[in-house]
């Protein structure tokens, strides 16, 4: 994951009072829950094109996640 990304997720999941792993998993779940159809796309998109889609799929999410703050 890019290094300022995961600052960014760290500072949220720290503010948050949970443990990385906690918000992160909570963040795929609301991405789930929430996501509109062009995030689904987006998504859909850069699995396709990743070597480790779910690799990719996680990064983008938590990158979403840390964006909006």
């Known amino acids: 994951m890019d290094p ?3 600052t ?3 500072q ?3 503010a948050a ?3 990385t792993a906690d918000f992160a ?3 795929v779940r609301d991405f789930v829950d929430r996501a509109d159809d062009e995030h689904w796309a987006q998504l859909l998109t850069i699995m396709r094109k990743a ?4 690799l990719a799929a996680i990064q983008a999410i938590l990158g979403w996640v840390a964006a909006d703050a």
């Not at 070597?51 to 779910?54: A, I, L």
């Open 4 to 6: 300022i990304v995961a």
């Open 8 to 10: 960014r997720f760290e």
């Open 12 to 14: 949220r999941s720290a």
């Open 17 to 19: 009072a949970m443990t």
């Open 25 to 27: 998993a909570g963040a």
């Open 51 to 54: 070597e480790d889609p779910g």
